[in-house]
């Protein structure tokens, strides 16, 4: 993408009501409005609030807000150039249910408020597979415990994936550390009891993958 291009993206960001982009000193000061008040201030309803971590395009968080429109989906992604797609497709079709915010996944709970979130989807991250990376992994110990101090007590996570790497390391770290595994599968695309909602979005790159016959990955859990 060119530089003119994203600043262009970056500029109409800038115009979208869909789209908020705290300061790092606003969230980690405590001053973001929204902490704690997403329900009554920006949605102005009690929908249950869903994440999507590291949303890239927000393709899958658009999807997520069409087929679920009784409930409210929320991007989130630092790189605003990207997820310009998904916000303005929710604009043009008058999604009220769809929010992004541009901001880095670390500062999750400046963002919101414990309890405050039903349910977070990490779809397709980067399996940072290098151990000295370990630390950027969005399903490693630390990433887990600040999910868990915004969701609610029966709150879920989904993982989708096609990093065998990130399905088995993630796996091996909720077995090790006894969190609630829902449903865990490969290749969900040869099993005919995958989850429709795992199976019936799926985002340009996963249809590449597809292509090439790569298995995808899926997780659903309970952090406790």
Known sequence: MGSKNKLRRFKENEEFENVIQPSREELTDE??????????DFFKNDQPI???????????????????????????????ARFWRGAKTALEEGLEN?????????????????????EIWITFPDPQI???????????????QRYKNILKEDGVMHLKTDSEFMHGY????????????????????????????????????????L???????YIRFKIK
Request: aromatic share 12%; hydrophobic share 30%.
């Open 130 to 144: 290098k151990y000295k990376r370990t630390k950027h992994r969005l399903t490693n110990t630390d990433f887990l």
């Open 170 to 209: 993630t796996l091996g770290l909720l077995h090790g550390e006894g969190h609630e595994i829902l449903y865990a599968h490969h290749d969900i695309y040869k099993n005919e009891y995958s989850p429709k909602e795992v199976t019936g979005i799926q985002t340009f790159y996963e249809k590449q993958y």
């Open 98 to 118: 769809v929010a992004f915010v541009r901001t880095q996944i670390e500062l999750i709970e400046h963002v919101f408020a414990a309890g405050e979130v039903s």
């Open 31 to 40: 001053s973001f409005k929204f902490k704690n008040q997403w329900s009554q």
């Open 211 to 217: 292509e090439k016959g790569k298995p995808i990955t």
């Open 50 to 80: 869903v994440l999507e971590l590291g949303c890239g395009k927000g393709e899958y968080t658009v999807e997520l807000a069409r087929q679920n429109p009784e409930k409210n989906f929320i991007g989130i992604d630092i790189k605003g």
